[in-house]
């Protein structure tokens, strides 16, 4: 592609042009006004969240993302490694695999959100079902599908459904496995998106992280906050940001139960993932 047909690459905040009048008409904006170079959804997160150096974030919606800061220059394995909307870079780990197999659950088994999260609230079981909730291929590799193992005569609905809670859970897990595993320490983690209000989907995910949990502010409206920032910023008006970490943390309380858990799910997923042998 001829570079003449490119616009230039200008960092996120900076001032790209002016709103011309046919624009400004349809848009009913006044003609002239900055327009701003933006930021991927994710590093427009990361910008609103004002992470702590000693946190991760964890963003749900359809998918769930990783997030952690860093100075490393090129990829890792398993890591998509971006440049920050503020300035230096960050890891994402993420999983495909989060809350669509949610909605897909809803529909088939024809359960209200409501009923699906509270089913997060109920104790641990050591004869739960594992489920693999692997519906759509993930960025790395994953095994060819989800299953659900293990199930008895004794299991009903809501236990394929708490299995499935778990199993999303423990897939998120495998995810910040990648990031420790290039020297990522997170202490707490920082909550955003849609999928993080249940109150009992936040302590299941607490006791498999085995970390504590704080809901970043304005949780749900990340990437919308950390986009008006850099129009702030380009605008010439500074930057506010609400202050992260001071929301109540969410401690694990079950995380010995919950790490059983996690090695019958990794358990299967290795066996699934296992060539066939002659």
């Given amino acids: 592609i001829p570079g003449r047909l ?21 848009l009913g904006l006044a003609r002239g006004l900055p327009v701003v170079t933006g930021a991927a959804d994710t590093a427009a997160s990361l910008l609103a969240a ?7 974030l964890l963003t749900l919606g359809t998918g769930g993302q990783w997030v952690a800061r860093t100075t490393a220059t090129r990829p890792a394995a398993g890591l998509n490694l971006f440049k920050a909307a503020d300035g230096g870079a960050y890891h994402l780990a993420a999983a495909q695999n989060a809350g669509q197999v949610f909605d897909w659950l809803r529909a088939l088994h024809g359960v209200s959100y409501d009923h699906l999260y509270s089913l997060a609230a109920r104790g641990w079981r050591a004869d739960s079902p594992v489920f693999l909730p692997y519906l759509t291929g993930e960025r790395w590799d994953s095994p060819a599908g ?28 495998d995810r910040l496995a990648d990031l420790r595993a290039v020297g990522h320490d997170p202490r707490r983690v920082l909550l955003g998106g849609g999928g993080v209000r249940p109150a009992g989907w936040r302590g299941l995910l607490a006791d498999v992280f085995g970390l504590p949990l704080r809901i970043a502010p304005g949780s749900s409206w990340l990437s919308v906050t950390g986009a008006a920032m850099l129009a702030e910023k380009a605008a010439g008006w500074g930057v506010t940001r609400a202050r992260s970490g001071e ?3 969410i401690e694990p309380r079950h995380a010995e139960a919950a790490q059983a858990g996690y090695a019958r799910f990794s358990a299967l997923r290795r066996r699934i993932q296992e060539p066939p042998t002659n």
Avoid: Y
């Fill in 6 to 26: 490119l616009p230039p690459v200008l960092d996120p905040g900076e001032v790209a042009g002016r709103l011309l009048p046919a624009a400004a008409a349809w």
């Fill in 50 to 56: 004002g992470l702590p150096g000693d946190a991760a």
């Fill in 146 to 173: 989800g299953t659900w193992s293990g199930l008895t005569l004794r299991h009903d609905r809501d236990d394929m459904l708490r299995a499935a809670l778990e199993g999303v859970a423990f897939l998120l897990r």
């Fill in 247 to 249: 929301a109540e943390a």
